[in-house]
Protein backbone atom coordinates (compact mmCIF):
# COMPACT_ATOMS: atom_id res chain seq x y z
CA UNK A 1 0.00 0.00 0.00
CA UNK A 2 1.37 3.65 -0.99
CA UNK A 3 1.87 5.58 1.91
CA UNK A 4 2.98 9.03 2.52
CA UNK A 5 2.93 10.48 5.49
CA UNK A 6 4.16 14.57 6.05
CA UNK A 7 5.87 15.74 9.18
CA UNK A 8 7.88 18.77 10.30
CA UNK A 9 5.02 20.96 10.36
CA UNK A 10 4.37 24.19 13.04
CA UNK A 11 4.44 27.25 14.24
CA UNK A 12 6.97 29.50 13.40
CA UNK A 13 7.74 33.25 13.22
CA UNK A 14 7.39 35.48 10.56
CA UNK A 15 10.99 35.30 8.67
CA UNK A 16 11.87 31.94 9.97
CA UNK A 17 12.59 28.74 8.67
CA UNK A 18 11.52 25.28 8.86
CA UNK A 19 12.19 21.99 7.25
CA UNK A 20 8.99 19.44 6.18
CA UNK A 21 9.90 15.84 6.11
CA UNK A 22 7.78 13.26 3.83
CA UNK A 23 8.07 9.80 4.64
CA UNK A 24 7.10 7.44 1.66
CA UNK A 25 6.38 3.50 1.74
CA UNK A 26 4.70 0.64 -0.53
CA UNK A 27 6.83 2.05 -3.52
CA UNK A 28 10.03 2.50 -5.24
CA UNK A 29 10.83 5.72 -3.82
CA UNK A 30 13.46 6.65 -5.98
CA UNK A 31 11.53 5.49 -9.13
CA UNK A 32 9.17 8.33 -9.18
CA UNK A 33 9.04 11.93 -9.23
CA UNK A 34 7.10 14.48 -6.48
CA UNK A 35 5.67 17.22 -5.49
CA UNK A 36 4.32 19.73 -2.61
CA UNK A 37 1.54 20.68 -3.08
CA UNK A 38 -0.02 23.75 -0.16
CA UNK A 39 -3.82 24.88 0.61
CA UNK A 40 -3.93 27.98 2.66
CA UNK A 41 -6.69 28.05 5.23
CA UNK A 42 -9.82 27.96 3.30
CA UNK A 43 -8.31 28.00 -0.16
CA UNK A 44 -7.43 26.30 -2.75
CA UNK A 45 -4.55 24.12 -4.18
CA UNK A 46 -0.87 25.59 -4.91
CA UNK A 47 1.65 23.40 -6.49
CA UNK A 48 4.97 24.33 -4.95
CA UNK A 49 7.47 22.19 -6.12
CA UNK A 50 8.95 19.43 -8.11
CA UNK A 51 11.72 16.65 -7.75
CA UNK A 52 12.44 14.22 -10.09
CA UNK A 53 13.23 10.70 -9.08
CA UNK A 54 17.04 10.95 -9.27
CA UNK A 55 16.90 14.57 -8.10
CA UNK A 56 18.28 15.98 -11.51
CA UNK A 57 14.99 17.63 -12.51
CA UNK A 58 13.33 20.66 -10.08
CA UNK A 59 11.07 23.09 -10.78
CA UNK A 60 9.62 25.87 -8.00
CA UNK A 61 6.69 27.79 -8.29
CA UNK A 62 7.61 31.81 -7.81
CA UNK A 63 5.98 32.38 -5.28
CA UNK A 64 8.45 30.07 -3.36
CA UNK A 65 11.18 30.24 -5.82
CA UNK A 66 14.58 31.59 -3.72
CA UNK A 67 12.98 30.95 -0.60
CA UNK A 68 11.90 27.02 -0.43
CA UNK A 69 14.54 24.25 -1.47
CA UNK A 70 13.25 20.22 -2.31
CA UNK A 71 15.43 17.60 -1.52
CA UNK A 72 15.10 13.54 -0.92
CA UNK A 73 17.37 10.98 0.04
CA UNK A 74 16.33 7.87 -2.08
CA UNK A 75 18.10 5.56 0.70
CA UNK A 76 15.90 6.88 3.61
CA UNK A 77 12.62 6.92 1.26
CA UNK A 78 12.30 10.79 2.08
CA UNK A 79 11.02 14.06 0.59
CA UNK A 80 12.06 17.20 1.95
CA UNK A 81 11.27 21.25 1.63
CA UNK A 82 13.22 23.66 3.51
CA UNK A 83 11.29 26.35 3.71
CA UNK A 84 13.28 30.11 4.36
CA UNK A 85 12.20 33.47 4.40
CA UNK A 86 8.39 32.44 5.82
CA UNK A 87 5.57 35.00 5.62
CA UNK A 88 2.05 35.52 7.10
CA UNK A 89 1.03 33.85 3.54
CA UNK A 90 2.84 30.93 3.75
CA UNK A 91 0.32 29.32 6.21
CA UNK A 92 -1.09 26.38 5.16
CA UNK A 93 -1.48 22.30 5.02
CA UNK A 94 1.67 21.12 2.89
CA UNK A 95 0.89 17.89 0.86
CA UNK A 96 3.80 15.98 -0.81
CA UNK A 97 2.43 14.00 -3.55
CA UNK A 98 3.64 11.46 -6.14
CA UNK A 99 3.57 11.88 -9.30
CA UNK A 100 1.26 9.30 -11.12
CA UNK A 101 2.63 9.79 -14.90
CA UNK A 102 5.48 11.53 -16.23
CA UNK A 103 3.63 12.10 -19.50
CA UNK A 104 0.51 12.89 -18.07
CA UNK A 105 1.61 15.06 -15.05
CA UNK A 106 -0.87 14.28 -12.41
CA UNK A 107 -0.50 13.02 -8.48
CA UNK A 108 -1.94 9.92 -7.58
CA UNK A 109 -1.07 9.86 -4.25
CA UNK A 110 -0.92 12.34 -1.65
CA UNK A 111 -0.24 12.58 2.35
CA UNK A 112 -2.17 13.68 4.63
CA UNK A 113 -0.51 17.11 5.26
CA UNK A 114 0.81 18.99 7.61
CA UNK A 115 -0.19 22.28 8.99
CA UNK A 116 2.49 25.62 8.75
CA UNK A 117 1.48 28.20 10.84
CA UNK A 118 3.65 31.53 10.30
CA UNK A 119 2.76 33.84 13.37
CA UNK A 120 4.26 36.37 15.64
CA UNK B 1 -6.56 34.11 -9.35
CA UNK B 2 -6.54 30.77 -10.64
CA UNK B 3 -4.98 29.69 -14.33
CA UNK B 4 -8.04 27.55 -14.45
CA UNK B 5 -11.14 28.81 -13.61
CA UNK B 6 -13.92 26.33 -11.67
CA UNK B 7 -16.92 27.51 -10.41
CA UNK B 8 -17.13 28.70 -6.65
CA UNK B 9 -19.80 26.09 -5.89
CA UNK B 10 -22.80 24.06 -7.26
CA UNK B 11 -25.56 21.91 -5.57
CA UNK B 12 -27.47 18.86 -6.84
CA UNK B 13 -30.45 16.63 -5.38
CA UNK B 14 -30.21 13.01 -4.55
CA UNK B 15 -29.92 10.71 -7.86
CA UNK B 16 -29.39 13.83 -9.78
CA UNK B 17 -26.65 14.77 -12.47
CA UNK B 18 -24.21 18.01 -11.70
CA UNK B 19 -21.22 18.99 -14.14
CA UNK B 20 -18.32 21.10 -12.81
CA UNK B 21 -16.70 23.00 -15.66
CA UNK B 22 -12.42 23.91 -15.95
CA UNK B 23 -11.69 26.52 -18.58
CA UNK B 24 -8.01 27.16 -19.13
CA UNK B 25 -6.27 29.05 -21.96
CA UNK B 26 -3.59 28.13 -24.61
CA UNK B 27 -0.76 27.50 -22.44
CA UNK B 28 -2.21 25.01 -20.59
CA UNK B 29 -5.57 22.89 -21.40
CA UNK B 30 -5.71 24.39 -25.40
CA UNK B 31 -2.10 23.28 -25.25
CA UNK B 32 -3.02 19.63 -25.41
CA UNK B 33 -1.76 18.93 -21.65
CA UNK B 34 -4.20 16.57 -19.86
CA UNK B 35 -6.89 17.29 -17.71
CA UNK B 36 -7.18 15.64 -14.37
CA UNK B 37 -9.66 15.62 -11.02
CA UNK B 38 -9.57 15.64 -7.40
CA UNK B 39 -12.00 14.94 -4.62
CA UNK B 40 -11.04 16.68 -1.38
CA UNK B 41 -13.78 15.50 1.28
CA UNK B 42 -13.89 17.53 4.75
CA UNK B 43 -10.92 17.86 6.03
CA UNK B 44 -9.34 15.30 4.21
CA UNK B 45 -6.52 15.30 1.88
CA UNK B 46 -7.07 15.40 -2.14
CA UNK B 47 -7.60 11.97 -3.56
CA UNK B 48 -7.43 11.61 -7.31
CA UNK B 49 -10.26 11.00 -9.33
CA UNK B 50 -10.12 11.58 -12.61
CA UNK B 51 -6.73 11.07 -14.92
CA UNK B 52 -5.70 11.72 -18.13
CA UNK B 53 -9.15 13.63 -19.01
CA UNK B 54 -11.46 10.61 -18.74
CA UNK B 55 -9.89 7.88 -16.43
CA UNK B 56 -10.57 6.54 -13.47
CA UNK B 57 -8.28 4.91 -10.70
CA UNK B 58 -9.27 1.61 -9.84
CA UNK B 59 -12.12 2.17 -7.13
CA UNK B 60 -13.50 5.11 -8.26
CA UNK B 61 -17.49 4.63 -9.34
CA UNK B 62 -18.20 4.83 -12.62
CA UNK B 63 -21.06 7.76 -11.70
CA UNK B 64 -17.79 10.00 -11.86
CA UNK B 65 -16.28 10.72 -15.50
CA UNK B 66 -14.24 13.26 -17.10
CA UNK B 67 -14.24 14.21 -20.43
CA UNK B 68 -12.44 17.47 -22.43
CA UNK B 69 -12.48 19.94 -25.45
CA UNK B 70 -10.38 22.79 -26.44
CA UNK B 71 -9.61 25.00 -23.64
CA UNK B 72 -11.99 23.52 -21.66
CA UNK B 73 -12.50 20.03 -19.02
CA UNK B 74 -15.69 19.04 -16.83
CA UNK B 75 -16.25 16.60 -14.51
CA UNK B 76 -19.91 14.50 -14.51
CA UNK B 77 -21.27 13.17 -11.29
CA UNK B 78 -24.75 11.16 -11.94
CA UNK B 79 -26.49 9.50 -9.35
CA UNK B 80 -25.61 12.02 -6.42
CA UNK B 81 -24.97 10.51 -2.99
CA UNK B 82 -24.61 12.21 0.09
CA UNK B 83 -21.52 11.33 0.48
CA UNK B 84 -20.22 13.32 -3.29
CA UNK B 85 -20.13 16.56 -1.30
CA UNK B 86 -16.79 17.51 -1.30
CA UNK B 87 -14.58 20.21 -3.02
CA UNK B 88 -13.22 19.19 -6.73
CA UNK B 89 -10.24 20.77 -8.29
CA UNK B 90 -9.28 19.91 -11.68
CA UNK B 91 -5.71 20.36 -12.56
CA UNK B 92 -3.70 20.63 -15.62
CA UNK B 93 -0.09 21.73 -16.71
CA UNK B 94 1.19 24.87 -18.07
CA UNK B 95 3.88 26.45 -20.28
CA UNK B 96 3.77 29.69 -19.02
CA UNK B 97 6.59 31.39 -17.49
CA UNK B 98 6.76 30.92 -13.51
CA UNK B 99 4.10 28.04 -13.71
CA UNK B 100 4.07 24.26 -14.11
CA UNK B 101 1.59 22.19 -12.38
CA UNK B 102 -1.88 23.81 -11.60
CA UNK B 103 -4.98 23.30 -10.69
CA UNK B 104 -8.62 25.28 -10.65
CA UNK B 105 -9.83 27.07 -7.73
CA UNK B 106 -12.02 24.52 -6.82
CA UNK B 107 -16.33 24.05 -6.83
CA UNK B 108 -17.60 23.47 -3.57
CA UNK B 109 -20.47 20.40 -4.43
CA UNK B 110 -23.62 20.93 -2.09
CA UNK B 111 -25.69 17.78 -2.07
CA UNK B 112 -29.48 18.70 -0.76
Known amino acids: EVQLVESGGGLVQPGGSLKLSCAAS????????MNWVRQAPGKGLEWLSYMSGSGASIYYADSVKGRFTISRDNAKNSLYLQMTSLRAEDTAVYYCAREGDDTLLYMDYWGQGTLVTVSS | QSVLTQPPSLSGAPGQRVTISCTGS?????????VHWYQQLPGTAPKLLIYGNSNRPSGVPDRFSGSKSGTSASLAITGLQTEDEADYYCQSYDTSLGVHWVFGGGTKLTVL
Open chain 1, 26 to 33: GFSFSSYE
Open chain 2, 26 to 34: SSNIGAGYD
